[in-house]
C-alpha cells in the first residue's frame, strides 16, 4: 500500500464505479446465488435475519480486491523502476494526553450531532424511507454488526485509509478533506443522511490529516451509529425522523445547542493547538533508496 496513493479521479472511481455499481452487480448475484440455495435467507423482510450486514459488506469485498490488484500492481511497477515508495507517517497525537484525547472523542460528536439536529430536522424524510430506515435500525445483532462495527471500518478504512491519504499526496489539504467529505456524504445514498455525512467528514477528515489515525476515525464513527443504534433500543417509540427539538422541547433544545456550539469550538481549538503538526508527505531519508528490480 506504501506504493498506491490513489487521486481524485481514481477515488470517485472507486466510489462510483467500483463500490456502487460493480459492488452493487456482485451483491445481486451473490444474493441470488444465496437465496438459491438457502431461500429467503438474504431478505430484508425477515427480521433479525443477516441480511443488511451480508448486502452492506459484499461490495466493499469487491472494492478491498480492486485496492489490492491495484496496490500490488504499483508495487510491481516501482520494483521496476526502483521508485521508492510514498512516505507513509505514523499515527501520532501531540501533546494531548492519550486519556484526554479518548474522553474528548465522545465528547466531539454528541456536540456535533446536537448542532446538525437542526440539518436533519429540515430534510423531511419521505415515507418509503422511513421504513427503510426502520428497518436498518432494528435493535437485533446482525444490524449492530453492520451499523456500528462494518460501517465504521470499512468506511473509514476506504474514506480516509485509501482515498483521503491517497489525496493527500496530491492536492491542497483542505481540498483533500472536502472531497472525502463528499464523497461519505455519497456513500449514504441519500440526501437525507448526505448533508449531516458532509459535514461529519469534514470532522473526520480533519482529525485523520493532523493524526494520520484510522482508529480514531473508527471510534468517531463507530460513536457516532452506536449513539442512533442506542436510542433506538431504549426509545423504540420514538418515529425514526424525531428531532432532538421535538424531543426535548424548544427551550432545552437552544440551551443544549448553545453548549454543543461552545464546547465543540473548544474542543476544535484545542485539538488544533495540541494535536502533532500535519505529517510532510515528501520523501525523507528513510525513503529515498529505490528498492530492487529482483524484488
Not at 500490488?72 to 521496476?80: I, L, P, Q, T
Not at 421504513?131 to 454488526?145: A, G, H, R, S, Y
Not at 471500518?153 to 483521503?164: F, K, N, Q, T
Not at 481540498?175 to 455525512?197: E, R, T
Given at each position: 500500500?506504501?506504493?498506491?496513493?490513489?487521486?481524485?479521479?481514481?477515488?470517485?472511481?472507486?466510489?462510483?464505479?467500483?463500490?456502487?455499481?460493480?459492488?452493487?452487480?456482485?451483491?445481486?448475484?451473490?444474493?441470488?446465488?444465496?437465496?438459491?440455495?438457502?431461500?429467503?435467507?438474504?431478505?430484508?423482510?425477515?427480521?433479525?435475519?443477516?441480511?443488511?450486514?451480508?448486502?452492506?459488506?459484499?461490495?466493499?469485498?469487491?472494492?478491498?480486491?480492486?485496492?489490492?490488484?491495484?496496490?500490488?500492481?504499483?508495487?510491481?511497477?516501482?520494483?521496476?523502476?526502483?521508485?521508492?515508495?510514498y512516505a507513509n507517517p505514523p499515527a501520532r497525537i501531540g501533546q494531548v494526553p492519550l486519556?484526554?484525547?479518548?474522553?474528548?472523542?465522545?465528547?466531539?460528536?454528541?456536540?456535533?450531532?446536537?448542532?446538525?439536529?437542526?440539518?436533519?430536522?429540515?430534510?423531511?424524510?419521505?415515507?418509503?424511507?422511513?421504513?427503510?430506515?426502520?428497518?436498518?435500525t432494528e435493535t437485533n445483532v446482525p444490524t449492530f454488526i453492520a451499523v456500528v462495527v462494518?460501517?465504521?471500518?470499512?468506511?473509514?478504512?476506504?474514506l480516509r485509509s485509501v482515498a483521503l491519504k491517497g489525496m493527500l499526496q496530491h492536492m491542497?489539504?483542505?481540498?483533500?478533506?472536502?472531497?472525502?467529505?463528499?464523497?461519505?456524504?455519497?456513500?449514504?445514498?441519500?440526501?437525507?443522511?448526505?448533508?449531516?455525512?458532509?459535514?461529519?467528514?469534514?470532522?473526520?477528515?480533519?482529525?485523520?490529516?493532523?493524526?494520520?489515525?484510522?482508529?480514531?476515525?473508527?471510534?468517531?464513527?463507530?460513536?457516532?451509529?452506536?449513539?442512533?443504534?442506542?436510542?433506538?433500543?431504549?426509545?423504540?417509540?420514538?418515529?425514526?425522523?424525531?428531532?432532538?427539538?421535538?424531543?426535548?422541547?424548544?427551550?432545552?433544545?437552544?440551551?443544549?445547542?448553545?453548549?454543543?456550539?461552545?464546547?465543540?469550538?473548544?474542543?476544535?481549538?484545542?485539538?488544533?493547538?495540541?494535536?502533532?503538526?500535519?505529517?510532510?508527505?515528501?520523501?525523507?531519508?528513510?525513503?529515498?533508496?529505490?528498492?530492487?528490480?529482483?524484488?
Amino acid at each position: 500500500m506504501n506504493y498506491y496513493r490513489p487521486g481524485l479521479g481514481e477515488s470517485w472511481l472507486i466510489m462510483i464505479g467500483i463500490l456502487l455499481i460493480a459492488g452493487a452487480a456482485v451483491t445481486a448475484a451473490a444474493t441470488f446465488v444465496i437465496n438459491w440455495l438457502f431461500p429467503n435467507a438474504v431478505s430484508l423482510d425477515n427480521p433479525g435475519g443477516w441480511a443488511i450486514p451480508v448486502l452492506y459488506v459484499i461490495p466493499f469485498i469487491v472494492v478491498i480486491i480492486y485496492v489490492i490488484l491495484r496496490a500490488s500492481g504499483k508495487y510491481k511497477e516501482a520494483a521496476w523502476k526502483g521508485t521508492p515508495p510514498y512516505a507513509n507517517p505514523p499515527a501520532r497525537i501531540g501533546q494531548v494526553p492519550l486519556i484526554f484525547y479518548i474522553l474528548l472523542l465522545p465528547i466531539l460528536i454528541v456536540s456535533m450531532s446536537v448542532i446538525l439536529d437542526p440539518v436533519t430536522d429540515w430534510l423531511e424524510m419521505p415515507e418509503f424511507m422511513k421504513k427503510m430506515f426502520e428497518q436498518m435500525t432494528e435493535t437485533n445483532v446482525p444490524t449492530f454488526i453492520a451499523v456500528v462495527v462494518a460501517a465504521p471500518l470499512l468506511e473509514e478504512w476506504l474514506l480516509r485509509s485509501v482515498a483521503l491519504k491517497g489525496m493527500l499526496q496530491h492536492m491542497a489539504p483542505w481540498k483533500a478533506i472536502v472531497w472525502s467529505a463528499v464523497m461519505f456524504g455519497v456513500i449514504h445514498g441519500n440526501p437525507w443522511q448526505a448533508i449531516p455525512a458532509f459535514l461529519m467528514g469534514c470532522l473526520f477528515g480533519w482529525i485523520y490529516y493532523r493524526t494520520r489515525s484510522y482508529w480514531t476515525c473508527v471510534a468517531l464513527h463507530a460513536i457516532n451509529n452506536g449513539m442512533s443504534f442506542l436510542l433506538v433500543a431504549l426509545l423504540p417509540q420514538i418515529a425514526t425522523d424525531t428531532s432532538l427539538r421535538q424531543l426535548v422541547g424548544n427551550q432545552s433544545f437552544f440551551i443544549t445547542f448553545g453548549l454543543s456550539v461552545t464546547t465543540l469550538g473548544l474542543s476544535l481549538f484545542y485539538l488544533y493547538k495540541n494535536l502533532a503538526p500535519a505529517p510532510d508527505l515528501e520523501l525523507s531519508d528513510e525513503y529515498q533508496q529505490p528498492i530492487s528490480p529482483g524484488l
